[in-house]
């Protein structure tokens, strides 16, 4: 890269684990437990019975504050993609190229969830192309640890 | 503030300032990679300039605006600056951004009550200089969102030219837009920034087949696709059309201010109009608050961190049909002599400076003043929108 473009983003780093979840934040602290057994796991709303994603303290739409964390089939469509060939964070370096994604839920393709596209080519990647999730380590150069996570393959 | 039912987001309920607001000087810093000054420093020079611009003393200064972010130019700073310590009025709500757009409306309160008579607008960086250091930059404040930090970085869906890549690629499936028109805005900013010798890429052309060779480092992006990272800042003063009218340089006068708001914040991956911005709703407001429409409009210039915002920032604004903004920006149509519609005639934070929009306000005055470096003939209306995303603006400015 030339340097006047380089967008390298090295700021504060605020848990020695990052950029790996922090699987004991209460608010995700259940998607990753779940990811842990191989669940998919999405927050819906106890008031209204939609989603909320992200699980943000109260129900954009009804305002209710209780939600529970229900799995879903783990089945949705690539809504759109990005290959990554430049590693924004010196973490990044071992990864590229790699595919982070959004995914729509089968459920309610509303709720997108950004992820990783693995066990595919790159070049070969449709819109809206039916995927299905597989669990993978998340693991970076120089830190500590793998977390499991929910990662899409195509169906 | 109202939403309608099934809305992505709303527009400020604004009252109507026409005829109230008129900028009547402008200056901007040197403009660089990283140089080792610092934010106060670009600043200041960027006052003095606009202070000569105006023919005004640093006393006369006696209102401040600037944003919340670190190291901006406060009232301390001010006084530090130039060794005065006279009252001054200040408000957070101006600086670069959107707020480079909709501080004149909150110029426009104190201007007619009298607590101010010249209000000064202030934004700078020095961002190419603290990456070195790494305490700050565009990155860190997404880092520190622990949604973020939870569910988006891990999966490496993480900075922002990852953000609008993704957001380009369903833009270019929704709407078939290609990648030599995401180019034909980069070519367009790259041209004008070699016309401009204030420019950081003014000895750097940029023709469409060098953009479509260059690499793409975050597919479907180039570099060339990205915003630079400079050291740099602007400013500019407001006062009464009145008090404008006998300042040296032509007033430009403020016709019309929009301020949209996206519900999903920064959380763009959930934001229900994925390749929208919230233009739809700031636009409407300003061009209302104006008396005009999109075709009335000699020049616009917007916030463009990457050319996809450029470009739902112009389909956004109404000067094309959404979708039809890839069609619409091909060949020479941003141009500023191709008399259609000419776009960040100083080269925008593409290829003049990332100093986040200040400039851009800076530059639509020269424009309508004549001054421009790439001039747009008979310069009458001028355009700035503004970009967060949870937020755009728009300001609109006449010849005054």
């Known amino acids: ?155 | 503030m109202t939403t309608e039912p099934g809305s992505w987001g709303y527009a400020s309920d604004f009252d109507d300032i026409t005829g109230q607001v008129a900028i009547c000087g402008v200056g901007d810093s040197d403009m660089s990679k990283a140089s080792g000054r610092t934010t106060q420093q670009i600043v200041g020079q960027a006052v003095e300039r606009a202070l000569e611009d105006a023919g005004l003393e640093p006393r006369d200064v006696d209102g401040l605006m600037y944003v919340g972010m670190p190291e901006q130019f406060d009232v301390a700073a001010f006084h530090e600056h130039f060794g005065t310590d006279h009252d001054i009025w200040e408000s957070r709500r101006g600086g670069g951004m959107t707020g480079a757009a909709t501080a004149p409306y909150y110029a426009a309160e104190a201007l007619r009550t009298g607590r101010a008579r010249y209000v000064l607008n202030t934004f700078g960086v020095a961002w190419a200089t603290q990456r070195g250091e790494m305490t700050g930059g565009p990155g860190e404040t997404h880092a520190q969102d622990l949604f973020k930090q939870n569910l988006e970085i891990p999966f490496g869906w993480f900075p922002q030219p990852v953000y609008f890549a993704t957001i380009a690629r369903r833009h270019m499936h929704e709407f078939g837009t290609t990648e030599e028109q995401l180019g034909a805005i980069a070519v367009a900013c790259r041209r004008h920034a070699n016309l401009n010798p204030a420019a950081v890429m003014h000895e750097k052309p940029l023709t469409l087949e060098r953009y479509l060779a260059s690499p793409k480092f975050v597919d479907p992006f180039r570099k060339e696709d990205c915003c630079l990272i400079s050291d740099g800042g602007g400013a500019y003063i407001m006062t009464t059309p009145e008090r404008a009218a006998d300042a040296p340089k032509p007033p430009a006068l403020v016709a019309g201010v929009g301020l949209g708001h996206a519900s999903t914040g920064t959380h763009w991956a959930q934001q229900p109009a994925f390749t929208s911005t919230p233009a739809v709703f700031s636009a409407p407001a300003a061009f209302r608050m104006a008396g005009i429409t999109p075709a009335d409009v000699d020049l616009f210039t917007c916030y463009d961190p990457f050319t996809i915002v450029t470009l739902m920032q112009i389909e956004d604004s109404g000067f094309c049909e959404k979708g039809a903004g890839g069609e619409f920006v091909a060949g020479d149509t941003l141009h500023f002599d191709s008399g259609k519609l000419a776009h960040n005639t100083h080269g925008g934070m593409l290829s003049h400076a990332y100093v986040l929009g200040i400039s851009h306000v800076v530059e639509v005055v020269r424009q309508l003043r004549g001054e421009g470096t790439a001039p747009v003939a008979d310069c009458e209306i001028g355009v700035y929108g503004g970009y967060t995303g949870p937020q755009c603006s728009t300001l609109v400015l006449r010849r005054g």
Request: glycine share 6%.
């Open chain 1, 1 to 155: 890269m030339a340097d006047e473009q380089d967008h390298r983003i090295e700021g504060k780093i605020t848990r020695a684990q990052f950029p790996l979840p922090d699987v004991t934040w209460p608010a995700t602290a259940e998607f990753w437990a779940g990811a842990a057994r191989e669940e998919l796991l999405i927050p819906r709303c106890d008031g209204c019975g939609r989603f909320r994603w992200y699980p943000k303290p109260e129900c954009p739409a009804c305002a209710a504050e209780p939600y529970s964390w229900v799995p879903v089939s783990g089945r949705g469509t690539l809504f759109s993609w990005v290959v990554v060939t430049h590693p924004f964070l010196p973490q990044f370096a071992d990864l590229v190229p790699f595919v982070p994604a959004l995914v729509a839920l089968d459920e309610d393709p509303g709720v997108r969830l950004p992820t990783r596209m693995v066990d595919c080519d790159p070049g070969a990647l449709t819109f809206d192309l039916p995927v299905t999730v597989t669990f993978r380590p998340i693991a970076f150069a120089g830190v500590d640890g793998s977390v499991p996570a929910p990662m899409f393959v195509p169906a």
